[in-house]
Every structure is written in C-alpha cells, then in structure tokens.
C-alpha cells in the first residue's frame, strides 16, 4: 500500500458520485446478506490471530447474521456515508483506512469468535466526523460533529463498553479509534488546504 499527496483539484465532490457510490456500497451489503441466506459466507467473517480469519478484514462489513443486525447497521452507515460526502476527505480513502485499521487491530486483540457485521465502520465513521470537526477547526465541520455527537454519541459509548455476550465490543472500539486516528492523520493537510488526505 502507498501514500501520496493529493491536490484539491484531484478529488472535488460530486453529489450524484457520492450517491451513487453510498448506493453501489449498501447495495453490495445487502446482496451479500441474500446470497448468505444460501451459502454459509458467514464462515468469512473475522477470526482473530486465526489465518482463516484474516479475510474477515475486508469481508467484515459485508457480514450479517440477520434482518435486525443488516437494518440495524444500513441505517446509520447510510447517514454517516452521506455526512461524509459533505466534508473535503476522500470518501473512499476514508472508509477503506478505517476498515483495514480495525479490521487488523480486531484481528489481533479481539476474541476468538467470528466477529461480522458493518458496526465497525459505523463506530470507524462516528470517530472520524467528530474528531475531524474538532482537529479541522471549521464550521461545517464542527456542526457536523456535533450533529453525529448528538445523534450517536450515547450508541457510541455504550456500544463500546465490555458488556460481552453476541456483541463485538471490541469491533466497535478498534472502530471509534481508528475513525479518530485517521482524522488525526489527514486534519494537518485538510487545515492547511494542501491536500485531502492520503490516496490508497
């Protein structure tokens, strides 16, 4: 995986792209949860310090185990993705550094169990908007995160805490963190107006 730098010119937002990237993203979950109905691609998810389990790194936010885990996650990630359309970030990079960050943190340290399910990103993205707003210092972002703040500020919390049972509460941890790093990362160039982020 390389880095460069971007210009602005190089990535400006386009609402009918960004729709329709959110659109092709959710709609990928969904026929992956019909086609699970099926076959076992379950047995795909991620398995901590497991080999088998290292594909679940990328195919973790495609997982669901049911109907209420699938609505539960498309929800939010819908609204969150849309948020991040509006921010100057490279949407694409973003969801991707936060996937592979806590897929590969949960990989090491998280139980053994096969952890599933979109959340990751969900929390990943709930930790980008809101320290993104604080670390940019703008206005619309700062509006932003205080607007997921408010909305999933007590989701975020409790879901993070270990309360055990069918629950990845570590997934939801690493995610909120790897959101928060990221943000960390790219605010410098995004202040500065030098760039937007890191290109994978």
Not at 96 to 108: E, F, P, R, T
Not at 171 to 191: K, M, N, P, T
Request: net charge positive.
């Amino acid at each position: 995986m390389s880095l460069r730098k971007l210009s602005g010119a190089e990535h400006i937002h386009s609402l009918r792209r960004d729709l329709k990237g959110i659109a092709l993203f959710l709609g990928l979950i969904w026929l992956v949860f019909v086609v699970d109905r099926f076959l076992p691609l379950e047995n795909f998810g991620l398995i901590p310090r497991s080999l088998k389990g290292l594909v679940g790194i990328i195919t973790l936010p495609f997982l669901h185990a049911d109907w209420s885990h699938l609505t539960g996650n498309s929800v939010p990630l819908a609204v969150l993705l849309l948020l991040l359309a509006g921010s100057r970030a490279n949407s694409i990079d973003i969801v991707v550094l936060i996937s592979l960050l806590a897929g590969v943190a949960l990989w090491l340290m998280g139980r053994t169990a096969i952890h599933i399910g979109a959340s990751v990103l969900v929390f990943g993205l709930v930790g980008f908007l809101v320290c993104a707003g604080f670390f940019e210092k703008r206005m619309l972002s700062a509006v932003i995160a205080i607007g997921v703040a408010i909305t999933y500020g007590s989701t975020l919390l409790a879901g993070i805490l270990p309360t055990g049972g069918g629950v990845s509460w570590e997934g939801h941890l690493f995610g909120a963190a790897a959101g928060a790093l990221v943000a960390y990362y790219i605010s410098g160039d995004l202040r500065r107006g030098t760039g937007d982020g890191p290109r994978v």
